[in-house]
């Protein structure tokens, strides 16, 4: 199956951005790419996904690589209530594993005032 | 509002007991998802399943059994085999549990074992 690596921590100031590297060097053709965030003692809360391209929504951008080996989730400017963990996640989708997701350890976002 | 429902929010284990963790949702969705989470782990997938009546082992299934009689529910029973129960248990669903569908959590349940 398909991991992603992440860093265990980032620090970041209030209103700069932030830059959440994940690495999926494993990843098949159909594999979608999920980023979803939690904050302790809750259920973690979707970001954004996407497969081949850039994307972005009013929470944060999902910069993918040509070779879909790594992706990069953006922040524009972080806020105190961006302080989360951020889980980076590929979503099968084939005949055998269909609906299948695996979390790595995340990376858990301080955002300093 | 549409959602998904976790019981209890904490949930005391005695030995040699089975619990059975509460996961309903009125979105609709076919999908729904169990996973474990260890103090300061990821996520780990124990049962999915994408359809009433069918289900399938995650990573870490060993010790656990669901079932899928409504589309709506998916509880999770801890048996007595599962040694080291106590976790963060959550729900999760999906619409057709396709990989470019996002997921939505229920709040957890904390079991713990006296």
């Known amino acids: 199956d398909a991991k992603t690596t992440q860093p265990n921590s980032m620090e970041s100031n209030e209103e700069e951005p932030v830059h959440l590297p994940c690495n999926h060097s494993?990843?098949?053709?159909?594999?979608?790419i999920h980023w979803y965030r939690q904050l302790p003692s809750q259920g973690p809360e979707y970001v954004i996904h996407?497969?081949?391209s850039n994307v972005n929504n009013r929470m944060a951008s999902l910069a993918i690589a040509e070779d879909r080996k790594s992706s990069t989730l953006i922040l524009h400017r972080a806020t105190l209530r961006d302080a989360a963990v951020y889980y980076c996640?590929?979503?099968?989708?084939?005949?055998?594993?269909?609906?299948?997701?695996?979390f790595g350890q995340g990376t858990t976002l301080q955002v300093k005032p | 509002d549409g959602g998904i429902t976790q019981s209890p929010k904490y949930l005391f284990r005695k030995e040699g007991q089975n619990v059975t963790l509460s996961c309903e949702q009125n979105?609709?969705?076919?999908?729904m998802y169990w996973y474990r989470q260890d103090p300061g782990q990821g996520l780990r997938l124990i049962y999915y399943?994408?359809?009433?009546?069918?289900?399938q082992k995650g990573d870490i299934a060993e010790g656990y059994s669901v079932s899928r009689e409504k589309k709506e529910s998916f509880p999770l029973t801890v048996t007595s085999a599962q040694k080291n129960p106590t976790a963060f248990y959550l729900c999760?669903?999906?619409?057709?549990?396709?990989?470019?569908?996002?997921?939505?959590f229920g709040s957890g349940t904390q079991l713990s074992v006296l």
């Open positions: 399943s994408q359809i009433v009546n069918d289900f």
């Open positions: 999760a669903s999906s619409i057709r549990g396709q990989g470019e569908e996002k997921l939505f």
């Open positions: 996640i590929l979503h099968f989708y084939g005949s055998s594993n269909t609906g299948k997701l695996i």
């Open positions: 996407g497969l081949t």
């Open positions: 979105l609709n969705h076919d999908a």
């Open positions: 494993t990843i098949s053709g159909t594999d979608y």
